[in-house]
């Protein structure tokens, strides 16, 4: 049989079409990858899930452009039922989780959508407030995925590929690929609002003063576009009703705020030192790496960025470094830390200074090089400070 029958008869259903607003879907996912849960008892299955929802997602779309429409539609009642499931795997009683991610790792039996939904209802306590609190969603969330089944199941002669696509079928596309749309800003929507059975992260630092108060928080927050167009602000202000997400704010609420500046350092690794009084202000709401990093800044006005972790965690200012390339590489971090001389060894077009705090290695970075006063007031500011913090933990722990 010739390649070139194959390849008539593989295409002679199969109708491709373009997603004009594909960009877009794809950049709107990102509020999606970024909600990363920091959630320790359910760290890597829930985390696990929410990439594996995006990514059904992202399938659909592709899938959907090259033609294969059933298997689109599939895909998004996938990223539906994957975000049900992390739902009742992250709700259900500790007991009741083991023995069922247990099953669900080894593909023993393990409930459907309705049966989850209806374990849930019994044992979640999270799922049932919010299934309390928000009808509206849920039921939109039932509808689609009913209608997401009649692709699936290929349920209407408008579902079969050799009607849709038969050549003496010549209506227009623009409305097959509407309805298209519609179910994936659907199937988006239900995948956002089931990662916050996790924790409520992603709609709790939408809040500026919570965001301000809250610890580095792996997650970031929905933007305001995202919920808009995905969730709608009605189905938001339900879920901020329920228990969890009301007692996760007020045991933030009551933290001192941050600055901007400090929260810069933080989140971003960012320090203005031109904000240098605000930071040191507030160095007590920042990790001791955070710390070290913006007082050996402050020490030095010669220091461009810092380094710690190994090189593998790097802290920038508002100065330029010389240094034109934009990697690093941890061998070198390395190399620096062992060297004999670790003041002002050479990095490309700039220098990298090595220090031993807490028993661990930070770099400073300089396009000038350090004078013995640049290190004695370096050390000096870093040692006192920690010896201070640790003294002050000390007494703290004897009262």
């Given at each position: 049989?010739?390649?070139?029958?194959?390849?008539?008869?593989?295409?002679?259903?199969?109708?491709p079409?373009?997603?004009?607003?594909?960009?877009?879907?794809?950049?709107?996912?990102?509020?999606?990858?970024?909600s990363?849960?920091?959630?320790?008892?359910?760290?890597?299955?829930?985390?696990?899930?929410?990439?594996?929802?995006?990514?059904?997602?992202?399938?659909?779309?592709?899938?959907?452009?090259?033609?294969?429409?059933?298997?689109?539609?599939?895909?998004?009642?996938?990223?539906?039922?994957?975000?049900?499931?992390?739902?009742?795997?992250?709700?259900?009683?500790?007991?009741?989780?083991?023995?069922?991610l247990?099953?669900?790792?080894?593909?023993?039996?393990?409930?459907?959508?309705?049966?989850?939904?209806?374990?849930?209802?019994?044992?979640?306590?999270?799922?049932?407030?919010?299934?309390?609190?928000?009808?509206?969603?849920?039921?939109?969330?039932?509808?689609?995925?009913?209608?997401?089944?009649?692709?699936?199941?290929?349920?209407?002669?408008?579902?079969?590929?050799?009607?849709?696509?038969?050549?003496?079928?010549?209506?227009?596309?623009?409305?097959?690929?509407?309805?298209?749309?519609?179910?994936?800003?659907m199937?988006?929507?239900?995948?956002?609002?089931?990662?916050?059975?996790?924790?409520?992260?992603?709609?709790?630092?939408?809040?500026?003063?919570?965001?301000?108060r809250?610890?580095?928080?792996?997650?970031?927050p929905?933007?305001?576009?995202?919920?808009?167009?995905y969730?709608g602000?009605?189905?938001?202000d339900?879920?901020?009703?329920?228990?969890?997400?009301?007692?996760?704010?007020?045991?933030?609420?009551?933290?001192?705020?941050?600055?901007?500046?400090?929260?810069?350092?933080?989140?971003?690794?960012?320090?203005?030192?031109?904000?240098?009084?605000?930071?040191?202000?507030?160095?007590?709401?920042?990790?001791?790496?955070?710390?070290?990093?913006?007082?050996m800044?402050?020490?030095?006005?010669?220091?461009?960025?810092?380094?710690?972790?190994?090189?593998?965690?790097?802290?920038?200012?508002?100065k330029?470094?010389?240094?034109?390339?934009?990697?690093w590489s941890?061998?070198d971090?390395?190399?620096?830390?062992?060297?004999?001389?670790?003041?002002?060894?050479?990095y490309?077009?700039?220098?990298?200074?090595?220090?031993?705090?807490?028993?661990?290695?930070?770099?400073?970075?300089?396009?000038?090089?350090?004078?013995?006063?640049?290190v004695?007031?370096i050390?000096?500011?870093?040692?006192?400070?920690?010896?201070?913090?640790?003294?002050?933990?000390?007494?703290?722990?004897?009262?």
């Amino acid at each position: 049989m010739s390649d070139g029958y194959i390849e008539w008869r593989k295409n002679e259903n199969i109708q491709p079409v373009i997603l004009p607003n594909k960009r877009k879907f794809y950049m709107d996912l990102i509020n999606i990858e970024q909600s990363w849960s920091g959630r320790m008892d359910t760290w890597s299955t829930g985390n696990t899930f929410i990439m594996e929802a995006e990514q059904q997602l992202i399938n659909a779309m592709e899938l959907f452009e090259q033609g294969y429409f059933d298997s689109a539609y599939y895909s998004l009642r996938s990223a539906v039922d994957i975000s049900t499931t992390m739902a009742f795997l992250s709700d259900m009683p500790d007991e009741d989780r083991d023995i069922f991610l247990d099953a669900w790792k080894e593909t023993k039996d393990f409930p459907m959508q309705g049966q989850m939904i209806k374990q849930l209802s019994s044992k979640g306590n999270v799922f049932t407030d919010m299934m309390n609190k928000m009808p509206t969603f849920f039921e939109r969330a039932k509808r689609l995925s009913s209608e997401l089944n009649k692709y699936v199941h290929k349920q209407g002669f408008r579902h079969f590929y050799i009607s849709r696509n038969h050549p003496l079928n010549n209506k227009s596309q623009e409305n097959f690929i509407k309805n298209f749309q519609y179910y994936l800003r659907m199937s988006i929507g239900v995948v956002a609002v089931m990662r916050l059975t996790i924790d409520p992260f992603p709609v709790l630092l939408m809040d500026e003063e919570i965001l301000y108060r809250c610890y580095d928080s792996m997650t970031d927050p929905y933007s305001e576009d995202f919920v808009d167009e995905y969730i709608g602000q009605e189905t938001i202000d339900a879920y901020k009703t329920t228990v969890f997400y009301q007692s996760n704010y007020d045991s933030f609420i009551t933290e001192e705020r941050k600055t901007p500046a400090a929260f810069n350092v933080v989140k971003h690794q960012y320090i203005d030192s031109e904000k240098m009084d605000e930071l040191l202000q507030q160095l007590p709401l920042m990790t001791l790496d955070d710390i070290i990093s913006v007082l050996m800044v402050y020490a030095c006005e010669k220091v461009v960025k810092t380094y710690c972790c190994g090189g593998l965690a790097m802290y920038y200012t508002e100065k330029n470094s010389n240094r034109q390339a934009m990697s690093w590489s941890g061998i070198d971090f390395k190399n620096f830390a062992g060297a004999e001389e670790r003041i002002n060894q050479p990095y490309d077009e700039a220098y990298i200074s090595a220090f031993l705090f807490d028993g661990k290695p930070y770099f400073v970075e300089h396009n000038e090089p350090l004078n013995p006063d640049d290190v004695s007031r370096i050390c000096g500011i870093v040692i006192g400070a920690i010896s201070k913090m640790f003294k002050q933990d000390e007494e703290c722990g004897d009262q």
